[in-house]
């Protein structure tokens, strides 16, 4: 009866033991997911000097993460494409809105990880202590960048006036708050650069402007806080701070399909899903369920260089706006316009991208296409694309495309367009800069850029519906320039369409101006991944475990252990 009696109660204590370890276990688990009260800890509470003291200080419990970043394209803004073999990233490649990052660096480089990049030779000095780890992780309204700081916020007692004359004064930063407001990285922390990429919000991408950092349903299923609440990393999801989702060829990609598959794939419920499902063999998610971008913000649609230089009454660089109040001629710039609501232009896209930087030739009797997004049909699938013209200078002579020196690196800098509004000046010592061999002959060529549209998901409900593809009157797809022959073109511009596509199980049921039922897409976010007990963990468990056995026996003992 005693043995039995003890036998019990030990069975019973390692049941309660491993119970309760379990408990303490998984409760580290989550502590571990969870990003801790920076505000806490005292090597963050200041004051620092300098950002740089506040890397140093970061790195005492995170003595890798500026390594990794140091590693990334984010920090070096350089990319051997390892197919051409061309060096891309921003610091190589030509674009037609703001041209070229050298020999503008104090201005470009208010949107690069790091601290002082100031001019070419930041990556010769730099340390690791240069690496910004606040403009990720701080909190943006605490902290914030200085636009012509080379990557520095505004420090000492007074405000800084950016643009000059503008009256706009940007305020210095409290380095210890910024510090201890410190999260993991949230929508307004990418979209600190990403939204106001090309010089100001919406410039650029089409598809991300501010209205992105607290998006409505309407704007994007996914991001919206009224929806699923998504941030950029739960699709970006770093590696050792290597961030994926370039386009650069070799660069690792995200796609639809990283979530939306398996049980969670689309188009399951709906009636004609056999169809849509057929049609993701040639297009791209994003080609339906992004029926217009630009639906927040007004995005810039062409950048015209060559009529900058115009000065108003009071010598200053001329402004003009529309109605809406877009600025639709800047002395500083030149001539743009801007749309909302636009309807994507679409093409093949097989996953290659190739650029043009200085040292390419061109044909100057053509648009000249900056990003040309591979592809054609049998070759990759239809995605939506933002299209930026633009007319830029370029070497007459050698055709080649120009760097020009537009911003100030100094208050001694006379060659820099914005300074002598002489672009001879601006061009020689641009193209000096980089190296590169430059005739003394300019003029301008048109050109065009083009952006893939990823973001700006819509609800199913407002996704495009097929007969605003398969019709004969300005229907979206352009099947002749997607390499469609006439027939082809005839079978497939009337609903239902009668080329290769499977006969719908049943009608439409909706309104012509609205799409039909698909199945509601997954309403969590992609999972963060499941940390790993450390070693200590595990051993912390084990003694918990013991220590509760113990104790059991112990308390058994005294209770009733002396009677035999």
Known sequence: MFKTRWMIVFILALALAFALAGVFSQQAVVAQTQTPDHSVFPQLAGPFEKPTDVTAACLTCHPNAAKEIMGTVHWKWSYTDPITGQELGKNNVINNYCIALPANEPRCTSCH??????????????TENNVDCLVCHADTAIYK???????????????KEFPAGS????????LAKAAQSVRKPGRDNC?????????GDAVKHGDLDATMGTPAKDLDVHMSPDTMNMTCSNCHQADAHNVPGMIYNGEARVACEDCHTGDQAPHQKSALGATLTQHTENLACQTCHIPAFARGEATKMSWDWSTAGEKGEDGKPLVKKDEAGHVIYDGQKGTFTSEQNVRPYYQWWNGQTMFLTVND??????????????????????YPFKRFTGKQPYDKINNTLIVPNLFPNSPEDADAYWKGYDWQKAITSGMTYVGAEYSGEYDFVETEFFWVQNHQVAPKENAVQCQECHTAESGRLDFTALGYNAE??????????????PEPTAEPTVAPTEVPAVVEQPTQPAAEPTPVPTAEGGSMTMWIALAIVALVIVVAYLAFGRKK
């Open 488 to 501: 082809e073109v005839a079978a497939l511009t009337v609903f239902p369409p009668t080329l290769g596509q």
């Open 145 to 159: 960048k200085f636009p012509a700081g080379a990557g520095n916020p505004v420090l000492g007692a007074e405000p």
């Open 167 to 174: 009256g706009k004064m940007w305020n210095p930063v409290d």
């Open 113 to 126: 990880v790091g601290y002082g990049y100031k001019d070419k030779t930041f990556f010769e000095t730099a």
């Open 191 to 199: 979209g600190s650069c990403h939204f106001f990429g090309g010089g």
């Open 361 to 382: 030739k061109i044909d100057p009797s053509q648009v000249v296409t900056l990003s040309d997004f591979q592809g054609a049909r049998g070759d990759g699938k239809i």
